[in-house]
């Protein structure tokens, strides 16, 4: 009867959680369409934006998105993995535009191949890319605050 017990337990606290994932996983679907949106927008009405946010919000935006797309792939996995693992992704691109072969730009001369993978390096894209990433994670950080999900800022460990 005990193990009948935990059994029954287990698969519901397993059932509750695989409901969490999936709403947390639609939570950041949403967030990965809306910087989408943004990211787009910032370059589609670039003209009417003022100068700086024409200039450095389109890159900032991209990088949250990948922030935010890695977040939603990993969501029981800490947010510091999503943070590291969107920063090396986001600086992996920016370098490989350092890599000129007619074939890849080919690829990049395509529109969905130069807002993914960029046309040319640039040092200031990777402090945009950082600066992106980072407003992400204290945003995430702050909305599991007001979702009840306590976290220490400092290593992501649930507090007891």
């Known amino acids: 009867m005990i193990k009948l017990r935990k059994s029954s337990n287990w698969e519901i606290n397993r059932e509750i959680k695989g409901k969490f994932h999936w709403k947390t996983r639609?939570?950041?679907?949403?967030?990965?369409?809306?910087?989408?949106?943004?990211?787009?927008?910032?370059?589609?009405?670039?003209?009417?934006?003022?100068?700086?946010?024409?200039?450095?919000?389109?890159?900032?935006?991209?990088?949250?998105?990948?922030?935010?797309g890695l977040r939603m792939l990993w969501v029981n996995r800490q947010l510091s993995v999503a943070l590291w693992g969107s920063v090396l992704f986001c600086f992996a691109i920016e370098f490989s535009q350092m890599y000129q072969a007619p074939w890849i730009n080919h690829i990049r001369a395509t529109t969905l191949g130069g807002l993914v993978l960029g046309k040319g390096f640039l040092t200031v894209d990777l402090i945009r890319y950082t600066v992106g990433i980072v407003v992400s994670w204290v945003l995430d950080q702050g909305c599991q605050r007001l979702v009840g999900i306590n976290r220490r800022m400092d290593d992501d460990k649930p507090l007891k």
């Open 26 to 68: 639609a939570a950041y679907l949403v967030a990965v369409l809306v910087m989408i949106l943004l990211g787009l927008g910032s370059r589609a009405f670039s003209t009417r934006l003022p100068a700086f946010v024409a200039n450095h919000f389109g890159d900032a935006l991209w990088a949250c998105m990948i922030y935010f």
